[in-house]
């Protein structure tokens, strides 16, 4: 029952996302914040498909414990395209509010991404191991976490100063899915329950993406 139920959710939730991303690419008519938009929904789907097929595989065939190392590389592939998806949600920002200037801030964005793909190509991660390091987990996530910390309060703060009205639950989207992350990462392995917290992260991701293409729709209309 559960390879039936979670194959089924993340086939729709691939589908959802990559769907809404190539129709925001095809419609956005030059608006670079659409076409951001639309790429970072795509690569938020193919980068995570990485990992949710072959769990899907595993689950219906020969179990995890037979796919750990395409399991693993999955997961090392989905840490770079998940990185890359704050990248650009970050240029959305940028776009959508006029934002010039700002070095400091893009330079913040850029070493906090930098630091966690450098720290993801460590062995010392094991990725492909049976036990990967938690210690090391922890250690790639600081930055990311604190690169999501610094796009809520650029949303949060300008989606307030603007009365964006479209985007004013952007933030409450990375809040909630850094908030149901971080206990995957750290106590996953000690309780696999935990793990189930992964399907209310990927809703917020949904509605990070229904939030853009929401907005598109409206623009489109008049």
Known sequence: M???IETLFDTVYLITVVTLGILMIKNAKGNKQYSLFGIMAVVLGLGDSFHLVPRAIALNTTGLENFVVPLGIGKFITSITMTAFYILLYYVWRKRYNITGKQGVTAAVYLFAIVRVV???F???????????????IYRN???????ILIIILFYNSAKEHNDK??????????????FY???VLWADVSPMIGMLMIPKTCAYVWTVWI?????????KQ
């Open 123 to 137: 062995p010392q991660n094991g990725w492909t191991s049976v036990a990967p390091s938690l210690a090391w987990g």
């Open 212 to 220: 853009g293409y929401s907005d598109m729709r409206k623009g489109l």
């Open 166 to 179: 479209s985007f004013r639950f952007m933030w409450l989207t990375i809040v909630l899915s850094f908030a």
């Open 119 to 121: 720290l993801s190509f």
């Open 2 to 4: 559960q390879a039936l």
């Open 182 to 184: 971080i206990p995957v």
């Open 142 to 148: 600081i930055p990311f976490a604190l690169m999501g």
